[in-house]
């Protein structure tokens, strides 16, 4: 047992519990100001992460198999504290409309952030589960947080009846997988997965295994809580739940399939390639009438889960790689459309796309970030969103399934559709409300800057990012 | 650093200056998007200058590795075919940027979004590698999008940009799906065009394969080039955009498709363009008879000029399909001649509706009297549109025509008289609404050019007229890579060829001694 290999994840969880035990020492008036120190904290750890102690170049295992740490762990673990660190900013400015308990939110985006690290990690069914139900739990808190918002408990409640449901599939298909394969850890499942391959009540069992991921990656069949839960969030929990949630369900999707039962998924690329199908549909069309911004973002990640599955569905590694950069592409994109609505929309009654208005004379800052993210997650050049999609679209041709890139097609077209709408509420609206200058402080006027040059800079030169992810899934079985 | 990257960098560069210079110094905005596209005209000019017709291969080649994992570069280099395109983005884009003076508002954002589409629009004509080639075009989709729609005019400015931009993203990721189909099924693991080339003369695809990949190119690039049935973005998008955006798409933008045609999709795909090309030759005159006939009907000047601007590119498409040596290089002609015109139209009819606020042809007359160089840049442009010797558009439909007789006789038939008739009918008969008749009193204020107005004009009428007096500046460099590009198709041209034999002219007409 190697206990060191955990050490980013204790840094993480120690550095939740001393958010609550510094909270109990801090006046009222500086309890917001915590949030920076753990944004520091965690940009410690995430530097820390690069040290040479994680070098990845074998597989490491922890804790008798069942923790891994590889490639694709440190990739997706770096991602997450990236997007923590951003949340941190956004919810330090969140913080005036949290009434009571900022500190508590702050330590519950950091727990949270250690599932999903956990979760990156996670080479058995058990510690899949778990990691998984600690990032849900966490969730249900956050989303509510908002007490006397009912949006927030609505969001809340659908978000954990939605997630106990999802989670009793999990827990079903898991025992289903144990019942017939005597074991939970992903590399003994690959070496019996031949001869499981045959017995109907294991191939149920693992069904239901990614019936339930599908809960947290926002895809088909349990896909219906985005919206609600994406608009009634507070803005940082949504963030870190677009990114973080998804980039956590589809490392545990990558190596389910992937690395635990190879043999089993080569049969099932239809039905994958369906579901990727059916998850860009819905999500594009149901976002065309939407006003509510943060509701159009719930159907747009819904769409976006729908791509990645494209990457999933082609079964090679190509596939695999592009949704890593993709992912890598979209933590930017997104995190800097939740920051933008964070800073504009400040009423509850104004997260309407009209709140836009006029944005260009209020914040030209604000208006070229959100221009940016909504032209990046449409897929047109030269952002991140280009790339990433292009990857996956290659990787589909390469297995030839031309009728799943020509509905991916006309998702995108349809999306083209409500991103270009935003542009176009920006800067050529019916006359603006509200015309009053947007004060951007300095430390998350730096992170709109750092997501823009992400942006730019995976859309312009991915070499780099595509060297690493192609490395990352080189140690799943192909 | 290559010439060519030069003339593709300079917009780039002058857009980020433009996003440092303070909103209120309207005047240096302004001036740097001039002289930044006035050193890209005069660096185009050099290039063509420097051109040397019949040397085979590409010439200013430059390649920077990319993205070597799956063999992307940026490759560029100019040959006949795109030469006369690159320096017709860069004519049209100095043009486009003098015209913007009726801009008013928020100048800083609307030079930023011309000088990316300009540099855009040049990458992709100059480019060699087939990523970068849709990721340069793929460039001026946004800048069109909040162009036609912060400064466009009419009522349906914000139908007419969704319309464009969602129509002409179809067509561009349809032809990325065909893009990408060829670079997975030539398993060449590169985009870069001149190895792709080689390695499919070497050992061509599959016909199968060929049939089914060449009509997501033809189809994705055809919608791009408002090939009918698909064409109806065209006249209402161009309609409402301003006027320097109009310039630049009708002018340049859209031959964008007819030249991915011509660079990838024939030469990579050439079974699959025998048997999809004859379909194109039919549709063509679904360009020339529908969408001429729906000019003549029009009553709104910009609507008239889109809709003849889609009509002239059934010709292009003709000399295309025909796939011959004349046909080619008079199609090449044409989407030259067609962009300096398009150019010219609707910047006239800009100025136009900047002096007299209204582009309904039945409100308007008498103007020759008052506009007396505007109102003659039109006539000469309406008589270009119409195909009248002397202009650009002449030879090439001419070659265009003889290039197609062979194969598709009756096709050429309709398209001659189509293209004559019933684009005289609608051309003439606006430049009679406009400035022909009695003078009204309405328009007694208006004002014709000064100087440095007529300056973007008189560029473009010196670029068709130069063309259509010695088209052979041109068709010389051309005609041997179309030449290449039809070698495989084995059309036997029932015409005399292009340049005299030696000692067939008398002595004191040749020009420079034949091989």
């Given at each position: 047992m190697n206990a060191s290999l955990v050490s980013l994840e204790v840094f993480v969880v120690l550095l939740g519990v001393g958010l609550l035990l510094v909270d109990l020492w801090t006046p009222a008036a500086e309890k917001r100001?915590?949030?920076?120190?753990?944004?520091?904290?965690l940009g410690l750890i995430l530097c820390f992460s690069f040290a040479a102690g994680f070098a990845t170049d074998t597989p490491q295992h922890a804790f008798g198999q069942s923790y891994v740490l590889d490639g694709l762990a440190m990739f997706f673990k770096r991602l997450f504290l990236l997007a923590a660190i951003i949340v941190l900013l956004m919810s330090v400015e969140f913080a005036d409309r949290i009434e009571v308990g900022i500190s508590e939110f702050y330590a519950l985006i950091v727990f949270a952030l250690a599932g999903m690290m956990f979760a990156a990690s996670a080479n058995d069914l058990v510690l899949l589960f778990v990691s998984l139900e600690l990032i849900?739990?966490?969730?249900?808190?956050?989303?509510?947080f908002q007490r006397s918002r009912l949006q927030s408990l609505e969001a809340g409640v659908k978000y954990l009846i939605l997630g106990a449901l999802s989670s009793a599939f999990l827990v079903y298909g898991i025992?289903?997988?144990?019942?017939?394969a005597n074991t939970m850890d992903f590399a003994t499942l690959a070496t019996q997965a031949k001869g499981l391959a045959a017995k109907p009540v294991f191939l149920l069992g693992l069904l239901l295994v990614i019936a339930g991921l599908t809960f947290k990656i926002a895809a088909f069949p349990f896909q219906f809580w985005a919206p609600d839960v994406y608009q009634g969030s507070p803005t940082p929990a949504t963030a870190f739940l677009a990114f973080g949630s998804k980039a956590a369900g589809f490392v545990l999707l990558l190596r389910l399939l992937?690395?635990?039962?190879?043999?089993?998924?080569?049969?099932?690329?239809r039905l994958l390639m369906v579901l990727s199908a059916i998850t860009i549909l819905y999500g594009n069309l149901c976002a065309i009438p939407q006003r509510n911004l943060k509701r159009l973002l719930g159907y747009s990640s819904i769409a976006n889960a729908g791509y990645l599955l494209l990457g999933i569905a082609a079964l090679n590694q190509a596939g695999a790689s592009a949704i890593l950069y993709y992912l890598g592409g979209y933590l930017f994109t997104v995190l800097a459309a939740f920051t933008v609505i964070c800073l504009v929309m400040r009423k509850l009654a104004a997260e309407d796309i009209t709140a836009l208005a006029g944005l260009n004379q209020r914040s030209p800052l604000l208006a070229a970030t959100m221009t940016l993210a909504m032209v990046s997650l449409a897929g047109v050049p030269p952002l991140a969103g280009f790339f990433g999609k292009f990857l996956l679209l290659r990787a589909m041709v390469q297995q030839g399934g031309y009728w799943l890139v020509a509905v991916a097609i006309v998702g995108v077209v349809i999306s083209l559709y409500y991103y270009f709408g935003i542009i176009r509420a920006i800067y050529w609206s019916k006359d603006p409300s509200d015309l009053s200058p947007i004060e951007v402080s300095g430390p998350l006027r730096?992170?709109?800057?750092?997501?823009?040059a992400g942006m730019f800079y995976l859309g312009v030169f991915p070499s780099a990012l595509l060297r690493a992810a192609t490395q990352a899934v080189k140690t799943l079985r192909w | 650093m290559s010439l060519l990257t030069s003339i593709i960098c300079v917009?780039?560069?002058a857009a980020g200056l433009i996003a440092l210079v303070p909103r209120n110094f309207r005047f240096g905005i302004r001036l740097v998007a001039l002289l930044s596209t006035l050193v890209t005209l005069l660096l185009g000019t050099i290039l063509f200058c420097l051109f040397q017709t019949g040397r085979a291969g590409y010439q200013f080649e430059q390649q920077i590795r990319w993205l070597d994992a799956l063999g992307i570069s940026y490759h560029v280099g100019v040959d006949g075919v795109n030469l006369g395109l690159v320096v017709l983005g860069t004519i049209v884009a100095f043009a486009a940027t003098c015209v913007s003076w009726e801009i008013k508002t928020q100048e800083k954002e609307f030079y930023i979004l011309l000088l990316v589409m300009a540099g855009g629009i040049l990458g992709a004509f100059a480019s060699l590698d087939l990523f970068f080639f849709y990721f340069f075009h793929e460039l001026a989709l946004v800048p069109t999008f909040i162009m036609i729609g912060v400064w466009g005019r009419g009522e349906n400015k914000n139908y007419a940009t969704f319309q464009i931009t969602l129509y002409l993203s179809v067509g561009a990721l349809i032809a990325l799906v065909g893009l990408i189909a060829v670079y997975v099924q030539a398993g060449a693991r590169t985009f870069d065009l001149v190895e792709l080339t080689k390695q499919l003369q070497a050992k061509p695809l599959s016909v199968s394969a060929q049939n089914f990949i060449f009509p997501w190119l033809l189809f994705g690039f055809g919608i791009m080039v408002s090939l009918w049935p698909f064409h109806t973005w065209a006249p209402l998008g161009y309609a409402s955009a301003p006027t320097a955006t109009a310039m630049l798409h009708a002018g340049v933008l859209k031959k964008f498709g007819l030249y991915g045609l011509l660079r990838i999709a024939v030469p990579l795909l050439p079974a699959g363009a025998q048997n999809w090309l004859t379909l194109v030759a039919f549709l063509c005159l679904g360009n020339l008879f529908y969408c001429g006939l729906v000019a003549i009907r029009q009553k709104d000047l910009n609507l008239l000029i889109g809709n003849s601007s889609v009509a002239h590119m059934g010709l292009v498409f003709l000399g295309i399909a025909s796939l011959s040596v004349v046909g080619v290089t008079g199609a090449v002609l044409v989407m030259v001649a067609h962009g300096l015109l398009a150019a010219l139209s609707f910047g006239l009819s800009g100025y136009l509706y900047q002096q007299t606020r209204t582009l309904q042809v039945e409100q308007l007359g008498g103007l020759l009297r008052r506009l007396p160089f505007i109102g003659s840049a039109l006539v000469m442009a309406m008589l270009a549109g119409c195909g009248v010797p002397g202009f650009a558009n002449f030879p090439g439909e001419l070659l265009v025509f003889f290039g197609a007789w062979h194969d598709y006789t009756a096709v050429v038939a309709l398209a001659a008289w189509s293209g004559l008739v019933i684009g005289a009918v609608y051309m003439l008969r606006a430049v009679r609404h406009i400035l022909h008749g009695p003078a009204r009193e309405e328009w007694a204020a208006v004002a014709d050019a000064t100087p440095w107005r007529k300056l973007p004009f008189s560029l473009l009428l010196a670029g068709l007229l130069g063309l259509g007096c010695w088209p052979r500046l041109l068709t010389d460099a051309v005609?041997?890579?179309?030449?290449?590009?039809?070698?495989?198709f084995n059309v036997q041209p029932k015409v005399a060829p292009l340049k005299p034999k030696p000692g067939s002219l008398p002595r004191r007409n040749r020009r420079r001694p034949t091989a």
């Open positions: 100001m915590l949030g920076y120190g753990a944004a520091v904290a849900t739990v966490t969730f249900y808190v956050l989303n509510s025992a289903l997988v144990y019942g017939t992937f690395s635990a039962v190879p043999d089993v998924t080569l049969h099932w690329a730096a992170a709109l800057y750092g997501c823009i | 917009p780039f560069l005609e041997p890579r179309a030449a290449e590009i039809v070698k495989p």
